[in-house]
């Protein structure tokens, strides 16, 4: 990877977590003012995390089974050409990466706040939050159990 790339990749994760604390810091107070608990909003935030992190798979098979199927006027693939990587579809793809970086950071901090306002003691605090983040650090690292890449 060049520099460049991970010059950006770097700034998209300290974007996503600084945007993600502003707008986890707006759904607590939307929540409060609307009567809907954290717990709710928690679980809400968590579901569209996980739709964000489904849909890209979700899409490239469903447009797959389309050019194989040869519905909607679209042809199936020529095997000699390969699509370029770029375009609406690359771009449109990096907004819903993004998208699922905040939507987890959100929830995150959703947690963290939740954990915070419920343990009356801080040593109990302290165990609940170290407990969400391996939590989290377990989800993502057995999310990728099944992308094994093979060597040759």
Request: no cysteine; aromatic share 4%.
């Amino acid at each position: 990877m060049s520099d460049t790339a991970l010059a950006l990749g770097a700034l998209g994760s300290d974007l996503a977590f600084s945007v993600s604390f502003g707008i986890a810091n707006e759904l607590l107070a939307a929540a409060t003012e609307a009567g809907v608990s954290e717990d709710e909003l928690v679980a809400v935030v968590l579901a569209i995390s996980v739709v964000l992190a489904a849909l890209p798979r979700s899409v490239k098979i469903a447009a797959r089974e389309l050019h194989e199927r040869e519905l909607f006027g679209l042809k199936k693939p020529d095997p000699e050409h390969v699509p370029d990587p770029g375009g609406l579809a690359a771009f449109t793809g990096l907004l819903v990466d993004i998208a699922k970086r905040i939507s987890v950071s959100i929830s995150v901090q959703l947690l963290a706040a939740n954990v915070r306002a419920k343990q009356p003691l801080r040593a109990v605090r302290i165990v609940s939050l170290l407990s969400v983040a391996v939590f989290f650090l377990f989800l993502e690292a057995t999310s990728s159990v099944g992308n094994a890449t093979r060597k040759a």
